[in-house]
């Protein structure tokens, strides 16, 4: 199983975490499984920017992205060449290390 090394950030994982996942999930889902809370306010459908992550290694190694991602990406704080969205990211067998940006576009928290 591919794992996940997951960057500090001060609300999601004070200290940084690593979790694993099998090849196939989404980062989102993987995070959400494993006690980390990420925003995800549609729910996992790529229809917003709350799961915005940074993947900082491994990038190459998920699915490519598609239009519909690449269009909603547009809108996310602090976008940047290697941004993906949880969601729409899918491990394969390769591990990666992820950053959750400091912020969201997310006007309302959620609580999942």
């Given at each position: 199983m591919p794992v996940i090394k997951i960057l500090p950030h001060p609300e999601y994982c004070p200290q940084g975490v690593e979790i694993s996942a099998p090849a196939g999930t989404s980062i989102c889902e993987a995070m959400l499984d494993n006690h980390i809370?990420?925003?995800?306010?549609?729910?996992?459908?790529c229809a917003c920017t709350t799961c915005h992550v940074i993947v900082r290694e491994g990038f190459a190694?998920?699915?490519?992205v598609d239009e519909n991602e690449e269009d909603m990406l547009d809108r996310a704080w602090g976008?940047?060449?290697?941004?993906?969205?949880?969601?729409?990211?899918i491990l394969a067998r390769q591990?990666?290390?992820?950053?959750?940006?400091?912020?969201?576009?997310?006007?309302?928290?959620?609580?999942?």
């Open positions: 809370h990420i925003e995800h306010a549609c729910e996992m459908s190694s998920l699915n490519e976008l940047e060449p290697q941004s993906r969205l949880g969601c729409q990211a591990d990666v290390v992820v950053e959750i940006p400091k912020y969201s576009v997310n006007h309302a928290k959620e609580t999942h």
